[in-house]
């Protein structure tokens, strides 16, 4: 009878182990889609920028402003995707079923090209 009771709380345990992993990795892409919509913020704040400085002379100033902040929604994408493969790889030894890291790759890529090709637009403008 003791025997059957200990495997239950072992089972018990592990139960309980399986769902915090679980909401780690939720967690996790939570955090990744929160970092990605403030870098696209960031996109949105060059635009904004640009559109508010309209006909600043010499043009450089406001393109230059504008392009800082295009380059922070960069570092925030591929920082975002670095911490989110980290956190994936140290669950990839459970069970735990998450967006592969190709995925979060290939969403911190379009999202980069698209802030590079707004701060190229902004500069042809």
Sequence with gaps: MRSACVSDK???AEDR???AEARTVLANERTFAGWMRTGMASVALA???RA???PFEPTWIPKTVASVFV???LMIFWAAWRNCSLTQKD???HDTRS???RN???ITAVLSLGAVATGAILWLL
Excluded: I, Y
Aim: aromatic share 12%; glycine share 8%.
């Design 10 to 12: 072992n089972d018990l």
């Design 17 to 19: 182990t399986d769902w």
């Design 47 to 49: 635009l904004g920028l």
């Design 52 to 54: 508010l400085f309209g």
């Design 71 to 73: 380059l922070v929604a």
């Design 91 to 93: 669950m990839d030894d």
């Design 99 to 101: 967006q592969s890291a």
């Design 104 to 106: 979060m790759a290939w």
